[in-house]
Nanobody, 118 residues
Framework: QVRLAVSGGGLAQAGGSLRVSCAAT????????IGWFRQGTGKEREFVAA???????TYGDSVKGRFIISRDNAKETVDLQMNSLKPEDTAVYYC????????????WGQGTQVTVSS
């Protein structure tokens, strides 16, 4: 059974940092791509970052240069380090997984709230 457990997040001031983590169980982690998405109140879900099974990564334009995604295949975790936070980063953050050959992210974890105060 695929399970993605999200932890971290919380409250930070603008310019500060937070980290969210995604712990995976129930599948062969090293063959999956992992993504982070977020959804602010009244907004559509937004792509934040993804790290491929091969270790490559990509970022949404709004977080590029500020956020860093990393994975530890031994621990089966993916972290999203969020730096230089802005109030517009406030959202519920979700991690998601897809098989490396898949087109869309099929498995989703529960969200965690990130709130950035100005």
């Amino acid at each position: 059974q695929v399970r993605l457990a999200v932890s971290g997040g919380g409250l930070a001031q603008a310019g500060g940092s937070l980290r969210v983590s995604c712990a995976a169980t129930g599948f062969t982690f090293s063959t999956y791509d992992i993504g982070w998405f977020r959804q602010g109140t009244g907004k559509e879900r937004e792509f934040v970052a993804a790290i491929w099974w091969s270790g490559g990564s990509t970022y949404g334009d709004s977080v590029k240069g500020r956020f860093i995604i990393s994975r530890d295949n031994a621990k089966e975790t993916v972290d999203l380090q969020m730096n230089s936070l802005k109030p517009e980063d406030t959202a519920v953050y979700y991690c998601a997984a897809k098989l490396k050959t898949g087109v869309r992210f099929d498995y989703w974890g529960q969200g965690t709230q990130v709130t950035v105060s100005s």
